[in-house]
């Protein structure tokens, strides 16, 4: 088959053109990287575990009416996504204090958040990912007031939503990271939910041993990432056959 037109590569997926106008083909890599780039690596099978993780949550998500930009899976590595206008903000929410908040503000791993908190980043490999405020978000034009409102309230709802799904398969959703796009129909702005939700963009723990099911285990060279993604898709009842 001849391969598409890559419009895009990033550190962990690519997207080439989709078949239809207004579609992408959204394929998932191996690859690893963290610390903005400075670490980078392969977990052999990632890419085909991301792919069925995000597809289950973002089907699950689209069930509770959570607009998306997931259409279907076509294959192990790649699914087909609506074409959106990604807003260069990340969406950071944590529920459990870990990671750079645990860091920043001398809070020891594992403390419960008083409440949840949502944290934005500006999408800038250049820059690293710097934190904003909103005021930032709506001087830069990066998005408007309505697009912050809407996207707090879809993201606290995707909260509420995994913390209960993840419970139920024994992991502790501890934080994760959320991107969004705008696409038009007619006259009316839809805000979506998109790119991916996998190990690779949450904190998952073992409610039981707080064993760390995601990419902490790359990112503190702890060893097993392929048996923690592993885990993650089994207990979803997604693993995909060997
Ligand atoms: O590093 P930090 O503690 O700020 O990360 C918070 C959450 O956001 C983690 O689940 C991490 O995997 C995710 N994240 C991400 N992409 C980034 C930064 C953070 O997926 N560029």
Redesign the pocket.
């Known amino acids: 088959m001849a391969r598409r037109r890559k419009l895009y590569e990033g550190k962990a997926k690519v997207l080439y053109e989709g078949p239809e106008p207004g579609t992408l083909i959204q394929y998932f890599k191996d690859d690893a990287t963290a610390f903005?780039n400075e670490k980078q690596g392969t977990i052999t099978g990632k890419g085909v575990l991301n792919n069925r993780i995000s597809e289950h949550l973002m089907t699950k998500l689209a069930e509770i009416g959570i607009p998306t930009h997931f259409v279907r899976r076509l294959n192990m590595r790649e699914q087909l996504v609506r074409e959106v206008e990604i807003i260069p903000v990340?969406i950071?929410v944590?529920n459990v204090a870990?990671?750079?908040?645990?860091?920043r503000f001398g809070i020891e791993e594992g403390t419960v958040l008083p409440r949840s908190i949502i944290?934005y980043?500006y999408?800038s490999d250049e820059l690293g990912?710097p934190m904003v405020a909103e005021e930032h978000i709506t001087a830069f034009g990066w998005a408007t007031t309505q697009d912050i409102d809407d996207i707090i309230a879809l993201s606290l709802r995707v909260n509420d939503f995994l913390t209960g799904l993840f419970i139920g398969v024994g992991l502790r959703l501890?934080?994760?990271?959320l991107e969004f796009g705008r696409y038009y129909t007619e006259d009316t702005l839809q805000i979506v939910l998109a790119d991916e939700i996998s190990p690779?963009?949450?904190?998952l723990w073992d409610v039981e041993t707080n064993e760390k099911l995601?990419?902490?285990r790359f990112r503190r060279d702890l060893g097993g990432e392929r048996e923690a993604y592993q885990e993650v898709a089994r207990r979803l009842g997604v693993l995909p056959e060997a």
């Open positions: 903005n990340e950071v944590r870990a990671g750079s908040i645990a860091k944290e980043y999408k990912d501890v934080d994760f990271k690779d963009n949450c904190r995601d990419k902490d």
